[in-house]
């Protein structure tokens, strides 16, 4: 089975610093897709980034990028710029490929508390 | 475009009495999940529907815990008889057909059965 792990429960980062999520999982698969989501006060889950595994180059989404080492099945998420509307608990998913049942299953790592000083 | 739509936002129960948690997924979207989050188990997939048809229902708990997905806009997550230990946020989300699409989560039901 398939497992994501965070290790750190918590994080803060000062206003328009950079801070570095960390995760990582474990799969014996080759084709899956990896996702940062970010879950503020509100409770809405919003999908910050995705990786698909067959692709060597890291995804990018304006302050948000990741840091994709397949090898090491390590996922981390990096904020630049951190604005205060970034505080939330961040989660890190994994979902398989194509193929077998249960691919569209995201299983999620158990979250980030991300606090943003100003 | 609404996004998707899940009711009540809030339920409080007693414990024993059935509990019905609706999601009107995103229109032309055909997969649907029910999630559950906890402090103690953080976020699990419940059971998810492709066309309308249960999928994998392996993280449905018991018995207890019945889903329905009668159209392609409507699905109900039926808790009989609620137990205290099913407090939890119940999120539905939808996604597209094609692999790897990202899951739009609705706003989640806080339920809390005292």
């Known amino acids: 089975a398939q497992t994501v792990t965070q290790s750190q429960p918590e994080m803060s980062v000062q206003e328009a610093e950079t801070v570095t999520l960390s995760c990582t999982y474990d799969?014996?698969?080759?084709?899956?897709?990896l996702f940062w989501y970010k879950q503020p006060p509100s409770r809405q889950m919003i999908l910050v980034i995705r990786q698909e595994a067959y692709k060597q180059q890291n995804a990018t989404e304006n302050r948000f990028s990741v840091n994709f080492q397949k090898a090491a099945k390590s996922f981390s998420l990096k904020i630049s710029d951190s604005q205060l509307g970034d505080a939330a608990m961040y989660f890190c998913a994994y979902r398989r490929g194509a193929g077998g049942t249960s691919y569209g299953k995201l299983t999620f790592g158990q979250g980030t508390i991300l606090t943003v000083h100003p | 475009d609404a996004g998707v739509i899940q009711s009540p936002r809030h339920e409080v129960t007693e414990m024993g009495q059935e509990v019905t948690l609706r999601c009107k997924p995103i229109?032309?979207?055909?997969?649907l999940f029910w999630y559950r989050q906890t402090m103690m188990r953080g976020l699990e997939l419940l059971i998810y529907?492709?066309?309308?048809?249960?999928?994998?229902d392996s993280g449905m708990p018991e018995d207890r815990f019945s889903a329905k997905m009668p159209n392609a806009s409507f699905s109900t997550l039926k808790i009989q008889p609620s137990e205290p230990r099913d407090s939890a946020v119940y999120f539905c989300?939808?996604?597209?057909?094609?692999?790897?699409?990202?899951?739009?989560f609705g706003p989640g039901t806080r339920l809390t059965v005292l």
């Open positions: 529907f492709n066309n309308n048809v249960p999928i994998d």
């Open positions: 799969t014996s698969e080759s084709d899956y897709y």
């Open positions: 989300a939808s996604s597209p057909g094609q692999i790897g699409n990202e899951q739009f």
């Open positions: 229109s032309g979207h055909n997969s």
